[in-house]
C-alpha cells in the first residue's frame, strides 16, 4: 500500500488553505527507489533545491526527506518516491507570506504495480495535440503546476501507446507527457534545450553526462517535427524508466541504434550502480 | 474567521493524494458576496463550466456550491467566497483517473480584512519582471497552477504599490497579477486579447459589455509598451475590485478620463445591482 508522510508524520491530508493546493505554489521530484536507497538522490536534492530558490521559498533539509523516504518505504527495497514541497499555508491571496512554513509530502509508492525499467520493451508514442506552457521563468522546474501533461496524457488510453511527444505552441517538439527525449541524428545525440519550457529531468542529465564519457556529441537543440521523422534512433528517459528507446512514433518505426544500445548499456541494467 | 467546507462538510483538511495538490489539476473562482449573495454568480459559474469542459472533468453542481458557500458565510452579508473543484484523488501518475470523483472546496473570508472596492483609490501600478505563462490550451481558465502569477506578486511588498502588470514571455502586456487590465487609446478600450494566456476574468466580460452598451468601442489586441505609455486612461478589473482606475504606473501619472468615469459611474457605486 502507498504510505504519504505530512512534515514527517504518517497523514492522509494537508491543510486545506496550503498554497500548493490553491496556486500550485511549490515542485517535486520523483524518485526511484532501488535497493532500499533513492536513486540519483544528489541530483533529485540538487534540482529542488534549485527550484526553491527560483521560487524564493526556503529548500527542506535532505536529511529530513531521507529520513522520510526511509519512514515510507519501511524494508521495501523497491518502489516510487515522491516529495512534494509547497510554500505552506497563508491568507488568501498570491502574495507569499513573508515567512513561509514550507509543507513537505513524501510518499512511497511500492514497486508492486509498477514495471521494471530494465525489462521495459521499446516504446509505441504518438504526438499530443496539448502544448507544453511556454515561461522562462519556471522553464526546468518539476513545479505542482502540471495541467499541461495531465491534458497531454489524457489524450489517449490505448495501453500500448507508453508516451506521447509534446511541443510548445511554437512547433517545436519539447518533451514526453512523464520523459525528456532524446533523438540521434547523423550520429549527434539531441534533446530539445529548456530555457523556455520543460522539466529538466535528472535522467536527462545523467544520460547528457555518460553521453559526454563515451565520447558521443551531444547538443540541446529546438526540435522540429521533421528532426523526428528523420531521427536514426529515439528514446525517453525518466528517474523511473532510465533509457527507454522508441520502437514505433505514429506509426514509423525507429531501430533502436549504436548510440542508444551504448548509453543503455552504460546505465540501462546498471543504473542502479550509476550514482551521481 | 474564515471558513471552509470540503465537500460540503467543514474539514481543514484535504486528502494528501488530491490531484488538485500534485498537478494542479482543477479550477478555481473568486467570488464577491454581497448583501448576502454571490455576485456575478451565473458568470463565475458559466466559466467554471467551461474550465471544466476543458479540463474533461465534470462540472459541480451549482446549487450545491450555492449551497456550500451559503452555509460558510452564515449570515454575513459581506466578504469573498473562493470555490476549488479538483479532478480529486487518483493513483500516482498524470493519466486521469476514467471515473473522477472530484474535490469541491469552497471557503468564505469575510471581509474584515478586505477594503471596500467603491473606496478604493486609484492605484500606483508597477511592471512586472515575471513573466506569464503561455498555453493557449489553458488561456482563458482559472487553474490552480497560478504560479507565474504568485512570483510576479512576490516583486515587490510596498503596501503603496497596489498592482503589478505582467508581460507574455514575447513582450505582451497581458494582465495585473490579480486582474484584468483595460487601457484607452484615442478614445477607444483596449483590453490584451486572451486566446495564449491570461485568465478571462468574470469582471473584464461585464465591463466589456457594459462598454459596448454605453457605446464606446472595444478591442481585444495585443498590447505593447508603448500602448500602456501612450493611454489616456488605464484601469484595472477584477471580482472583487470592480473597475479600479490606474494613477500611476511606474510613476507616470494618469487621469482618471470620461471612458474610466462612464463605466465606474455604470457598474462602480452600483455594481452590487449589477447581475448578469
Known sequence: VDTWLVNGQVADAVPVSDRGLAYGDGLFETIAWRGGQPRFFGLHMERLAEG???????????????????????????????IMVTRGSGPRGYAPPPQPAPLRVVAFFPAGALVTEVALPAASVRMCRATV??????????????????????EWSD?????????????????GTMSNLFAVRDGRLL??????????????????????????????VFL?????????????????????????????????????????????????????
Do not use: W
Not at 530558490?53 to 521495501?76: F, K, T, W, Y
Not at 506552457?133 to 489524457?154: C, F, I, M, Q
Not at 528523420?230 to 525517453?236: I, P, T, V
Not at 520502437?247 to 518505426?253: L, N, S
Open 52 to 82: 526553491c530558490r527560483r521560487l524564493g521559498m526556503p529548500a527542506p533539509i535532505e536529511a529530513q526527506l531521507l529520513a522520510d523516504m526511509r519512514a515510507a518505504a519501511g524494508h521495501q527495497q523497491r518502489g516510487t518516491a515522491r
Open 224 to 276: 522540429s517535427d521533421d528532426d523526428i521523422v528523420k531521427a536514426e534512433e529515439l528514446f525517453l528517459t525518466n528517474a523511473l524508466i532510465g533509457v527507454r528507446p522508441v520502437a514505433h512514433f505514429e506509426g514509423r518505426p525507429y531501430a533502436i541504434g549504436p548510440v542508444t544500445g551504448a548509453l543503455r548499456r552504460v546505465l540501462g541494467a546498471n543504473v542502479e550502480e550509476c550514482r551521481a
Open 133 to 154: 506552457s511556454v515561461n522562462p521563468l519556471l522553464a526546468g522546474l518539476k513545479t505542482l503546476g502540471r495541467l499541461d501533461h495531465v491534458l497531454a496524457r489524457a
Open 191 to 220: 534533446t530539445p534545450e529548456l530555457n523556455r519550457c520543460g522539466v529538466r529531468g535528472v535522467m536527462r542529465r545523467v544520460v547528457m553526462r555518460a553521453a559526454q564519457d563515451l565520447g558521443i556529441d551531444v547538443a540541446e
Open 159 to 175: 495501453p500500448q501507446i507508453a508516451e506521447g511527444l509534446m511541443r510548445d505552441p511554437a512547433g517545436h517538439v519539447v518533451c
